[in-house]
């Protein structure tokens, strides 16, 4: 069935793209909620109307997407991970991860709209990720995976409570061994 899109339609298109779906997809997704019309010389009138209103919201999109891939692309995000001496990380740096870097920078972005190169990152090093914007637009942003420093007063600590917990066996032996001679 060719529809009109009436919105956006996650996977599908814009407000105002002709598109031909399949008669189920439209008669029960699409035209129940308002998201589609049917494509008749009726609405195409209706729509062509509203193209220049249409246009002037899909410019809008493209310039925020051109501003937002000036900031991201200004942008730098560090990921520190537990890693081996040898820089190889102990878990990966994913989308996800990527994605709560971002929200800590303040930008809010999808984590399908990220590319990491080979799906995860293994290793400590500088690499660059991938965020598709709006239309054919993408912005390249710095990662840098660094090791995670590790916390030498917490393994002294760690050590000397090894060390407690082993002479206090050894304490008690001694004091069993002293009452048995004195009996």
Do not use: C, W
């Not at 002037?56 to 730098?76: G, I, T, V």
């Not at 971002?102 to 690499?127: D, H, M, Q, W």
């Amino acid at each position: 069935m060719k529809v009109i899109l009436n919105t956006d339609v996650k996977h599908l298109g814009e407000e105002g793209d002709v598109k031909m779906v399949a008669d189920g997809y439209a008669r029960n997704y699409l035209l129940p909620r308002v998201l589609a019309v049917p494509y008749n010389d009726a609405t195409v009138a209706i729509f062509e109307g509203r193209k220049a209103e249409i246009e002037a919201r899909k410019e809008q999109k493209r310039k925020d997407s051109a501003s937002l891939k000036e900031k991201l692309e200004q942008l730098s995000l560090e990921a520190v991970m537990p890693a081996s001496p040898n820089g190889k990380l102990y878990g990966a740096v994913s989308s996800l991860t990527v994605v709560d870097l971002f929200a800590k920078a303040g930008y809010e972005i999808e984590r399908k709209r990220i590319e990491v190169p080979g799906v995860n990152i293994k290793s400590t090093g500088k690499y660059h990720v991938v965020v598709k914007l709006y239309e054919a637009q993408t912005a390249t942003v710095e990662l840098v995976v660094k090791a995670q420093e590790e916390d030498v007063s917490a393994d002294k600590k760690a050590k000397g409570k090894k060390a407690e917990v082993a002479e206090a066996p050894a304490e008690e032996k001694e004091a069993s061994v002293a009452e048995e001679k004195a009996e």
